[in-house]
């Protein structure tokens, strides 16, 4: 969850400690600090944004050719200057930043008090430095070492980088669980959580693998296992230009996000679709189609967004495809003894493809024998290596943490999947097959559309920006995104919102409505149009405020509701690409009118890399 930077070349290494951290806010904010080696090992940090920290040191002499900085999302402990990281040894004379979790830190913490270690902070990641000079100290040892001795005792997920007062051009780094990327730049290197902080220096990484330990040594790289054997590392070229993590004109991340759609829509079919050819084509299945084709079950594991994504993909697979499909929460599939068989396929789906509940469901399904394919959109992520195929959205990077342009990428490609082993199970007939293959091109352009709805929603946002509670209905392909929207506007407003089946108001919520509840309805026309026109005169029946959602030309549910926002025609299948949109749009603009930190939500982080 926190976000990681280290430098060590030529150049000054505060101000592109400072920048990346900024670019990793999105991984937390809770606190910022910054370790320079100058003449001696010095620390710096503060509670609060990274602006506070860089305010801060404007005042210090940071002048320094080596060091790191670390953003925090709080895990053990409150979020204050104490708590925040790098943090010392008790000597002083070593340092670490640590994005993850250590499991065992209570009983590594007492066996180091009765040896003599004292601690400042509640932190975990305290007692690992701790038991890193420890090690060094009984052993006799160098620091990598000692850092290799000390990752055999630690239990739980880790990335780290460790600096020492006595080695003033060494920086070693390690990870299990929590991603870090090696920058190679000229005479320099650089360290990272993503690639966010690097670009601007170096097209050339590393991405580092669980279990690895690399060292950057007076301008030499080497990476060796735990076990100390020499690794070959494999240099990625990054495909990530400047201006895509730049807010280019926009107030927020997420509003541009929200722009992008047309483009990332696109992007994410791109020579994957060409209706008019009747070509419909998937790198990463084609090795594994027969699999797919003859699977018998389906299990899609995901968390948050990812998981509406995914509920949308049981309808579109069991409807296109006949295959029995299974949505589960990632962080409850593992605790409960799951029936996997060789012959199921798992889809795993993640953004940043480093989700560690997502992880860890995919390594127990791979050790039952089952076949994962992997969903996400960052190029070398966790997911992506440990997957046995996959594809990646290419939506390009999502910067605001509540996540817009990964959803409709995430379901394109689902829709995709679905529509391609429908093809080959003979399941689809060739007519309906081509029909949604058009209408799926059609999507980003229309989606065009919706956005044009911008000012109308606005209105909306007005009205409504100090409701404490609203319920958000659908059914069948809206349902996940009645979900979607309810976990959008609760994310970034702090407004209550709950999202349901709409037939399941009658059984419970309904008791919840009157004429201060907005409802949302996700009302297009479909083959449960009527149901849902059965259920708005049921809110409105008890003075419920109804703002829905609806296909263009629609006369009948503009009759009854309060607020309409229109959303083009296209197939059931694919209008949760189009539906999604105005209700992204309108928890956006409640958020900025309510004053909150679109962008940067309180207690929340883009990538969850700890359980």
Same mark, same amino acid.
């Given at each position: 969850?926190?976000?990681?930077?280290?430098?060590?070349?030529?150049?000054?290494?505060?101000?592109?400690?400072?920048?990346?951290?900024?670019?990793?806010?999105?991984?937390?904010?809770?606190?910022?600090?910054?370790?320079?080696?100058?003449?001696?090992?010095?620390?710096?940090?503060?509670?609060?944004?990274?602006?506070?920290?860089?305010?801060?040191?404007?005042?210090?002499?940071?002048?320094?050719?080596?060091?790191?900085?670390?953003?925090?999302?709080?895990?053990?402990?409150?979020?204050?200057?104490?708590?925040?990281?790098?943090?010392?040894?008790?000597?002083?004379?070593?340092?670490?930043?640590?994005?993850?979790?250590?499991?065992?830190?209570?009983?590594?913490?007492?066996?180091?008090?009765?040896?003599?270690?004292?601690?400042?902070?509640?932190?975990?990641?305290?007692?690992?430095?701790?038991?890193?000079?420890?090690?060094?100290?009984?052993?006799?040892?160098?620091?990598?070492?000692?850092?290799?001795?000390?990752?055999?005792?630690?239990?739980?997920?880790?990335?780290?980088?460790?600096?020492?007062?006595?080695?003033?051009?060494? @920086? +070693? *780094?390690?990870?299990?669980?929590?991603? !870090?990327?090696?920058?190679?730049? $000229?005479? &320099? #290197?650089?360290?990272?959580?993503?690639?966010?902080?690097?670009?601007?220096?170096?097209?050339?990484?590393?991405?580092?693998?669980?279990?690895?330990?690399?060292?950057?040594?007076?301008?030499?790289?080497?990476?060796?296992?735990?076990?100390?054997?020499?690794?070959?590392?494999?240099?990625?070229?990054?495909?990530?230009?400047?201006?895509?993590?730049?807010?280019?004109?926009?107030?927020?991340?997420?509003?541009?996000?929200?722009?992008?759609?047309?483009?990332?829509?696109?992007?994410?079919?791109?020579?994957?679709?060409?209706?008019?050819?009747?070509?419909?084509?998937?790198?990463?299945?084609?090795?594994?189609?027969?699999?797919?084709?003859?699977?018998?079950?389906?299990?899609?594991?995901?968390?948050?967004?990812?998981?509406?994504?995914? @509920? +949308? *993909?049981?309808?579109?697979?069991?409807? !296109?495809?006949?295959?029995?499909? $299974?949505? &589960? #929460?990632?962080?409850?599939?593992?605790?409960?003894?799951?029936?996997?068989?060789?012959?199921?396929?798992?889809?795993?789906?993640?953004?940043?493809?480093?989700?560690?509940?997502?992880?860890?469901?995919?390594?127990?399904?791979?050790?039952?024998?089952?076949?994962?394919?992997?969903?996400?959109?960052?190029?070398?992520?966790?997911?992506?290596?440990?997957?046995?195929?996959?594809?990646?959205?290419?939506?390009?990077?999502?910067?605001?943490?509540?996540?817009?342009?990964?959803?409709?990428?995430?379901?394109?490609?689902?829709?995709?999947?679905?529509?391609?082993?429908?093809?080959?199970?003979?399941?689809?007939?060739?007519?309906?097959?081509?029909?949604?293959?058009?209408?799926?091109?059609?999507?980003?352009?229309?989606?065009?559309?919706? @956005?044009?709805?911008?000012?109308?929603?606005?209105?909306?946002?007005?009205?409504?920006?100090?409701?404490?509670?609203?319920?958000?209905?659908?059914?069948?392909?809206?349902?996940?995104?009645?979900?979607?929207?309810?976990?959008?506007?609760?994310?970034?407003?702090?407004?209550?919102?709950?999202?349901?089946?709409?037939?399941?108001?009658?059984?419970?919520?309904?008791?919840?409505?009157?004429?201060?509840?907005?409802?949302?309805?996700?009302?297009?026309?479909?083959?449960?149009?009527?149901?849902?026109?059965?259920?708005?005169?049921?809110?409105?029946?008890?003075?419920?405020?109804?703002?829905?959602?609806?296909?263009?030309?629609?006369?009948?549910?503009?009759?009854?509701?309060?607020?309409?926002?229109?959303?083009?025609?296209?197939?059931?299948?694919?209008?949760?690409?189009?539906?999604?949109?105005?209700?992204?749009?309108?928890?956006?603009?409640?958020?900025?009118?309510?004053?909150?930190?679109?962008?940067?939500?309180?207690?929340?982080?883009?990538?969850?890399?700890?359980?």
């Amino acid at each position: 969850m926190c976000g990681i930077v280290a430098y060590v070349g030529h150049r000054e290494a505060s101000p592109i400690i400072i920048k990346g951290l900024k670019r990793l806010e999105y991984r937390g904010y809770d606190s910022a600090g910054i370790a320079l080696l100058n003449g001696d090992l010095n620390v710096y940090k503060k509670k609060g944004k990274v602006s506070k920290l860089e305010n801060f040191l404007a005042e210090q002499d940071v002048h320094s050719n080596i060091g790191m900085g670390h953003t925090r999302w709080a895990t053990h402990g409150e979020p204050n200057d104490v708590n925040a990281h790098p943090h010392y040894s008790t000597s002083g004379n070593l340092a670490i930043i640590h994005n993850g979790i250590i499991e065992n830190y209570a009983s590594l913490k007492k066996l180091l008090i009765e040896k003599g270690h004292t601690f400042k902070s509640e932190t975990d990641s305290e007692v690992f430095i701790n038991l890193i000079e420890e090690i060094r100290i009984q052993n006799k040892c160098n620091l990598v070492e000692a850092v290799r001795l000390a990752l055999h005792e630690v239990v739980g997920a880790y990335a780290i980088v460790v600096l020492a007062k006595d080695s003033p051009n060494q @920086l +070693v *780094a390690a990870r299990k669980g929590s991603p !870090l990327v090696v920058g190679i730049g $000229e005479g &320099e #290197y650089f360290l990272a959580s993503d690639a966010t902080p690097i670009i601007e220096y170096t097209n050339d990484v590393v991405y580092l693998n669980d279990l690895e330990i690399a060292v950057i040594r007076d301008g030499e790289l080497d990476i060796r296992s735990i076990e100390d054997v020499k690794q070959t590392p494999y240099i990625h070229k990054l495909e990530l230009a400047l201006e895509q993590i730049e807010k280019g004109g926009y107030e927020h991340f997420m509003l541009k996000e929200i722009y992008e759609q047309p483009r990332s829509i696109m992007d994410s079919m791109r020579g994957r679709l060409i209706a008019e050819k009747y070509q419909l084509m998937l790198g990463g299945l084609r090795e594994f189609e027969n699999k797919f084709v003859n699977a018998d079950r389906i299990l899609i594991v995901a968390c948050g967004t990812s998981w509406h994504a995914g @509920l +949308v *993909a049981e309808y579109l697979i069991e409807d !296109l495809a006949r295959i029995p499909v $299974e949505v &589960e #929460y990632a962080s409850e599939f593992r605790y409960r003894n799951p029936v996997i068989k060789e012959s199921d396929i798992v889809i795993a789906i993640s953004q940043s493809g480093e989700t560690a509940d997502t992880l860890a469901a995919l390594e127990l399904a791979k050790s039952k024998g089952a076949t994962i394919f992997g969903i996400c959109n960052v190029v070398g992520s966790s997911i992506a290596r440990a997957t046995d195929a996959g594809a990646y959205t290419h939506a390009g990077p999502e910067i605001g943490v509540a996540s817009t342009k990964a959803f409709t990428a995430q379901v394109t490609v689902l829709s995709l999947i679905a529509m391609f082993i429908g093809s080959k199970r003979g399941t689809i007939e060739t007519s309906k097959l081509h029909q949604l293959m058009v209408e799926l091109e059609n999507i980003p352009a229309k989606v065009e559309q919706c @956005l044009q709805q911008d000012k109308k929603i606005q209105e909306i946002a007005e009205l409504f920006k100090d409701a404490t509670n609203f319920i958000y209905l659908g059914r069948g392909y809206n349902f996940p995104v009645a979900l979607e929207g309810a976990l959008k506007l609760k994310e970034i407003s702090y407004i209550h919102a709950e999202g349901y089946p709409a037939a399941e108001m009658k059984h419970g919520p309904i008791a919840l409505i009157d004429e201060n509840m907005p409802v949302v309805f996700i009302a297009t026309k479909d083959s449960s149009y009527e149901k849902v026109v059965s259920n708005i005169q049921e809110v409105r029946a008890r003075k419920g405020r109804v703002i829905a959602i609806v296909t263009e030309g629609d006369t009948v549910i503009p009759a009854m509701a309060e607020f309409v926002i229109e959303v083009p025609d296209t197939s059931e299948h694919l209008v949760p690409l189009l539906s999604v949109i105005p209700l992204q749009l309108l928890s956006y603009y409640i958020a900025v009118l309510r004053g909150c930190n679109v962008d940067q939500p309180r207690n929340l982080a883009k990538s969850v890399t700890v359980e």
